[in-house]
């Protein structure tokens, strides 16, 4: 999938997480989080960026993953960038193509803000336990 000036897109097997910007600005830390019906949509005042997930499960999971602030964004970001470029390696040689239809577009140039970051990681935490495989070095792992 190319990058887009207006937006940036992506479909997960039976989810779509979706990252949309407007302008190429950091973004501010003011989000707001919605759940209904296990989507998950969070999106900051100016909806710079935005993430939905679609996806059975994943909100329940959520609420007992990690709670916001326990992980720095620098924290996040590392494991994004590490995950989400073994995501697309799996994803463009059709390795388990089943699960990786598409590439997932994360630029790590780009501040997608604390938010953004902190779902993507524990999307692709959920991810990983649920199906038992690992995206790389960093293994996740479930928080107490």
Known sequence: MKMFRKSIGLFIAALAVL???CSGGNVN???AA???NDTIRIANDSLEYEVVVF???FSSWLLRAAPRGYYSQTYLEARNRVWVQQWNIKAATQ???NLFLMQIEYDPKINYGYEVNYLL???LT???LRNNLSLGVFQPHRFQ
């Open 19 to 21: 990252f949309a910007y």
């Open 29 to 31: 830390n003011t989000a």
């Open 34 to 36: 919605k759940t209904s």
């Open 55 to 57: 996806d059975p499960g």
């Open 95 to 97: 390795t388990n193509n």
């Open 121 to 123: 990681f524990n999307y």
């Open 126 to 128: 959920y991810f990983q």
